[in-house]
């Protein structure tokens, strides 16, 4: 149980592109999920917290405008990353709690995201 | 803000030899969180510590929660091959916003 799909899992696009990345819960509903950033060989960086209804919640220094997310439904949240530039390129992963705000979470596979 | 600091960065071990990674946060955690990544992966709940000074194990893994709730460690005793990846704490804050803030992680290479 607890599966978090994410798709896609690689993107190579070009320099002005926006890509659109879904992250599912397969079998349960996601109240909140995560979406998170991750440089190689580095820690994960959290970028927003996403709110099934309601706005998305940035970290300080995440564009708002440059990373749009939506959380259209209880298993499905999408991040997309506007005009993306090569500095934009990344592992992009989101994760998903089953319950409480207090729950382990459960991470989609990633997106590796290369802007040319 | 809150900090979550891991070390060491790196750790090279024979198959075999113990391996230990330390987690120290600013602040006072509701609870911490233990993660594994594979290389190329995505991170892998391992377990979750709540109560001060709580200790778990998971086989040849064992896992502590500092008195004070503000640090963390894990143990693996008599590494395997299959140990390689990189670990990862993360803190649960007291707001309730379930946001965690992730250590810097420790890479584990284990020589065969």
């Known amino acids: 149980g607890a599966v978090v799909s994410q798709h896609p899992s690689w993107v190579i696009c070009k320099s002005g592109t926006s890509v659109k990345i879904e992250c599912r819960s397969l079998?349960?509903?996601?109240?909140?999920m995560f979406w998170y950033r991750q440089f190689p060989k580095q820690s994960l960086m959290l970028m927003a917290t996403?709110?099934?209804?309601?706005?998305?919640?940035?970290e300080q220094g995440v564009e708002k405008d440059k990373f749009l997310i939506n959380h259209a439904s209880l298993t499905l949240s999408t991040l997309t990353v506007t005009s993306a530039h090569p500095e934009d390129s990344s592992f992009y992963i989101c994760?998903?709690?089953?319950?409480?705000?207090?729950?382990?979470?459960?991470f989609g596979d990633g997106t590796r995201l290369s802007i040319l | 803000g809150q900090q979550v600091m891991q070390i060491p960065q790196y750790q090279h071990v024979q198959e075999g030899e113990d391996f230990t990674t330390y987690c120290n946060s600013s602040?006072?955690?509701?609870?911490i969180q233990w993660y594994k990544q594979r290389p190329g992966g995505h991170p892998v709940f391992l377990i979750q510590?709540?109560?001060?000074?709580e200790v778990k194990k998971q086989k040849r893994l064992t896992f502590q929660f500092g008195e004070a709730k503000k640090n963390s460690s894990l143990h693996i005793t008599a590494t395997q091959t299959t140990d390689v990846g990189t670990y990862f704490c993360?803190?649960?804050?007291?707001?309730?916003?379930?946001?965690?803030?992730f250590g810097q992680g420790t890479t584990l290479q284990v020589k065969p």
């Open positions: 079998d349960f509903q996601a109240t909140t």
């Open positions: 510590l709540v109560k001060s000074g």
């Open positions: 996403s709110n099934e209804g309601s706005k998305a919640t940035y």
């Open positions: 602040t006072t955690l509701s609870n």
């Open positions: 994760s998903a709690s089953t319950g409480k705000w207090n729950q382990p979470q459960h």
């Open positions: 993360a803190g649960l804050g007291s707001s309730n916003t379930g946001k965690l803030i």
